[in-house]
């Protein structure tokens, strides 16, 4: 049963254009929320996040938006660059034991920015 | 920084075989974490340690995988017997115990198993 699903494996955008990557949740216990970004042959590195009490969190051409309702978030780059070109997961997070908190990913989405 | 280290970056084995990865996560990270991609699971945690203690190892596939923490720098997954169907990548990951959720990942090790 999975609890975070990135419904899209892959994405094609022109350069200079918007992306938009969509990611639904289940657990409702779910109060923070990550986007990874991975290259090739590397680990995933952080991109950006939001808390539950938030709607809207913005890092220069990424902002992501958190539809607590809709159970949904999703990820906008604007504009859109061939180095964007990777695949984005959609991680989430419930409140853990001793200290630390497990991320649950959903399964990634490939963006490709052509150029 | 030099981030997380795993090794080896590859390793191709034959089933049957024991097969041990290694991570060194980011010095003064409480929290370290062994995920697993494949295609058709995506990334799923195995176990993590908080301060080098096990704590949630509900996702290790089998009794054939293992992994030990004896030290806040050093930690070890090891397959024994390695069947083909655990050829995946295997990263580890660690994070900051008072610094939220933000994990750090390694390159990973891709596994092949014959």
């Known amino acids: 049963d999975q609890q975070v699903k990135q419904n899209s494996p892959s994405l094609s955008v022109q350069e200079g254009r918007i992306s938009i990557l969509n990611c639904d949740y289940t657990n409702s216990m779910f109060d923070y929320f990550l986007w990874y970004k991975k290259y090739p042959a590397e680990g995933p590195t952080f991109l950006i996040s939001i808390s539950s009490i938030k709607d809207k969190n913005e890092d220069g051409r990424f902002t992501v938006f958190l539809n607590k309702s809709a159970k949904h978030l999703s990820l906008h780059i604007v504009p859109s660059q061939p180095g964007d070109s990777a695949v984005y997961f959609c991680a989430a997070s419930a409140p853990g034991g001793v200290g630390s908190y497990q991320l649950t990913f959903g399964k990634g989405t490939k963006l490709s920015v052509i150029p | 920084d030099a981030g997380v280290i795993q090794s080896p970056r590859h390793e191709v084995t034959e089933m049957g075989q024991e097969v041990t990865l290694r991570c060194k996560p980011i010095?003064?990270?409480?929290?370290l974490f062994w995920y697993r991609q494949t295609m058709m699971r995506g990334l799923e945690l195995l176990i993590y340690f908080n301060n080098n203690v096990p704590i949630d190892d509900s996702g290790m596939p089998e009794d054939r995988f293992s992994a030990k923490m004896p030290n806040a720098s050093f930690s070890t997954l090891k397959i024994q017997p390695s069947e083909p169907r655990d050829s995946a990548v295997y990263f580890c990951?660690?994070?900051?115990?008072?610094?939220?959720?933000?994990?750090?990942f390694g390159p990973g090790t891709r596994l092949t198993v014959l």
């Open positions: 010095s003064g990270h409480n929290s």
């Open positions: 990951a660690s994070s900051a115990l008072a610094g939220g959720t933000e994990q750090f």
